[in-house]
């Protein structure tokens, strides 16, 4: 079983559309675990009622807001698939996501996989181009860039065991990979679109020093680097992002 992990905060505008790819998966041994971080618009009420109508979809409240790490750790806690994926409340899933992605981690005994995904705006059906990421990642080739698009990561829980983000506010799938790729030499990437990212006016690779200031907290507290090891990544991370922004974008014809 697949325990696909969605934190939900005011996601009313997008939050049917992101179920509805995950019930329209052609793999169907899977449960979908949403946790609300105190929202306020009415997330609750549409997810309460696709529970209703699909038992694998489950809800859950926290008590207060902690935000993404938090509200994905305890849908991790609650998980009771081998296998972990995650799917953020404005994002989707193409619908042979799950079963492409399985086999192809099955069948090659990966126990860390992503793949290539489409970046959109409200219209999906004209993408505005596709993220290509790396055939595969290395804890060493991660620290300079994050390769992995958080929809697309799958790990298996049988080889790693449960493994949680940091509580940080950003940069905690970061984190995470990190943190699996310590645990096994690659994570490897299936080179199709299977997923849909949806691009916001206020996301962090918009604010250059907010994730300037997020990613020098990674490698200084969260993975406890010296500071001018960490100045020295910084600069090897700049380098690397910008030239990946540029190289991994194919246009969708």
Same mark, same amino acid.
């Given at each position: ?31 979908? =675990? ?6 306020? @618009?009415? +997330? ?6 696709? /529970?209703? !109508?699909? $038992? *694998? ?90 390769? =992995? ?6 790990? @298996?829980? +049988? ?6 983000? /940091?509580? !940080?506010? $950003? *940069? ?82």
């Amino acid at each position: 079983m697949v325990s696909i992990i969605t934190p939900v905060f005011n996601s009313q505008k997008y939050i049917s559309e992101c179920i509805t790819s995950v019930i329209n998966q052609t793999y169907d041994n899977w449960e979908h =675990i949403l946790i609300d971080d105190c929202s306020t @618009d009415g +997330s609750d009420e549409i997810i309460k009622n696709f /529970s209703k !109508i699909d $038992k *694998r979809i489950k809800y859950y409240a926290l008590e207060r807001n902690g935000g993404a790490g938090v509200a994905r750790n305890k849908a991790i806690e609650l998980a009771k698939g081998r296998y972990i994926a995650f799917l953020d409340s404005d994002d989707l899933w193409t619908p042979d996501k799950l079963e492409r992605q399985i086999e192809f981690m099955v069948k090659n005994k990966y126990s860390f996989s992503y793949t290539d995904y489409f970046v959109i705006t409200d219209d999906r059906e004209h993408p505005l181009f596709r993220r290509s990421a790396p055939n595969r990642v290395s804890y060493t080739k991660m620290l300079r860039n994050d390769y =992995i698009g958080c929809l697309t990561a799958i790990y @298996d829980v +049988s080889y790693f065991g449960k493994v949680y983000m /940091s509580d !940080i506010r $950003k *940069r905690q799938d970061w984190v995470l990979w990190l943190n699996l790729l310590k645990k096994t030499d690659f994570a490897y990437c299936l080179k199709m679109p299977l997923a849909y990212y949806r691009i916001g006016n206020q996301s962090l690779s918009k604010n250059k020093f907010k994730l300037l200031s997020h990613n020098f907290n990674v490698y200084y507290k969260e993975l406890g680097y010296s500071f001018f090891m960490s100045c020295y990544l910084m600069v090897i991370f700049l380098m690397t992002y910008f030239y990946y922004k540029m190289t991994s974008k194919k246009l969708v014809t």
